[in-house]
């Protein structure tokens, strides 16, 4: 099993930042790719932004390519997301998540474990 604990959500005006993070815990030799997703109230969960297990393999969403960053620390077993020029559009609860396939791939479906999620609200 693998654990992942996300942090550093919280409440910003229009056009601030904010940085969540995700450590990771357990069988974390099992881990791949990694990534974020979000769900707004009333929406599906969708996909947001994944990385590679190197780390050099990046792909986002289209509404926050530009202005989120994802990185990873495997020596730390961390997982990032740097959030920036955030909108009110931007207002979900965020999860992190892990996968176990060696293939990259870059989706809801890609991933085999999930945190609890931390709370983002972006106000205008």
């Known amino acids: 099993q693998v654990l992942l604990v996300e942090s550093g959500g919280g409440a910003v005006q229009s056009g601030g930042s904010l940085r969540l993070s995700c450590a990771a815990s357990?069988?974390?030799?099992?881990?791949?790719?990694m990534g974020w997703a979000r769900q707004a109230p009333g929406r599906e969960r969708e996909f947001v932004a994944g990385?590679?297990?190197?780390?050099?393999?990046?792909e986002y969403a289209d509404d926050v390519r530009g202005r989120f960053i994802i990185s990873r620390d495997n020596a730390r077993k961390t997982l990032s997301l740097e959030m920036n020029s955030l909108k009110p559009e931007d207002t979900a609860v965020y999860y992190c998540?892990?996968?176990?396939?060696?293939?990259?791939?870059?989706?809801?479906?890609?991933?085999?474990?999930w945190g609890q999620g931390t709370q983002v609200t972006v106000s205008s």
């Open positions: 998540a892990a996968s176990t396939k060696a293939r990259v791939e870059f989706s809801l479906g890609a991933y085999d474990y």
């Open positions: 357990g069988r974390t030799d099992d881990i791949y790719g």
């Open positions: 990385v590679n297990w190197s780390g050099v393999i990046t």
